[in-house]
């Protein structure tokens, strides 16, 4: 049965590139997550003022496992920042990429985004957002966060085969961007948010 490797984490960290590299590494079949969603209109809305689509959560998984089952490649590699939609029992590793905060920004505002939108992407990353969906559906024992802050793209991706060859993932410790960022920069993020 096909091996599966979910990259995930916020909008512009590399997974779309890692995922690529990866894939052609390994010889795997990749997903988009998000192409995936868009191309087979798995999505119950679209959200005008945060400019994306709500996911039919459902819809994705079971298309996910479809995708799984109909594999023949010895690996598949999928990506995308809702990467905890796919069904836990096929997964073997998940990634999840990080980025220090404020190279995350910069790269945000480079593609144009509004503020209101780079600013929700960031305080995900503070916050450790798509670690804690993923820990909440696979605990902590198949969450692997890599750091990808001042990395280069294909020292990211011999990390992560490195690890899948290995069969193990990197040591436990999480990343915590609190404690490396002035509080004035935390509030400048995360004062936008609404609980």
């Known amino acids: 049965m096909v091996k599966v490797i979910v990259l995930s984490g916020v909008p512009g960290v590399g997974k779309s590139t890692i995922a690529e590299k990866l894939a052609r590494k390994l010889g795997a079949e990749v997903v988009h997550l998000s192409k995936l969603v868009v191309d087979n209109k798995l999505y119950v809305d679209y959200d005008e003022v945060r400019e994306t689509y709500i996911v039919d959560e459902e819809k994705v998984r079971e298309k996910v496992k479809e995708l799984i089952i109909e594999?023949?490649?010895e690996y598949m590699v999928i990506e995308g920042h809702y990467g905890e939609l796919v069904p836990k029992e096929y997964v073997d590793f998940f990634f999840v990429l990080r980025l220090n905060p404020l190279i995350l920004y910069e790269r945000l505002k480079k593609r144009k985004w509004p503020e209101r939108k780079v600013k929700e992407n960031v305080a995900a990353e503070i916050l450790a957002v798509p670690t804690i969906n993923?820990?909440?559906?696979?605990?902590?024992?198949?969450v692997c966060e890599i750091n990808v802050t001042g990395k280069e793209i294909d020292d990211v991706v011999n990390e992560i085969f490195n690890y899948i060859k290995e069969g193990v993932c990197p040591t436990k410790q999480f990343i915590d961007w609190t404690i490396l960022l002035k509080y004035e920069l935390l509030e400048k993020f995360l004062k936008t948010l609404h609980f």
């Not at 993923?134 to 198949?142: F, H, M, N, R």
């Open 134 to 142: 993923a820990i909440s559906v696979l605990g902590e024992d198949k």
């Open 71 to 73: 594999c023949e490649k």
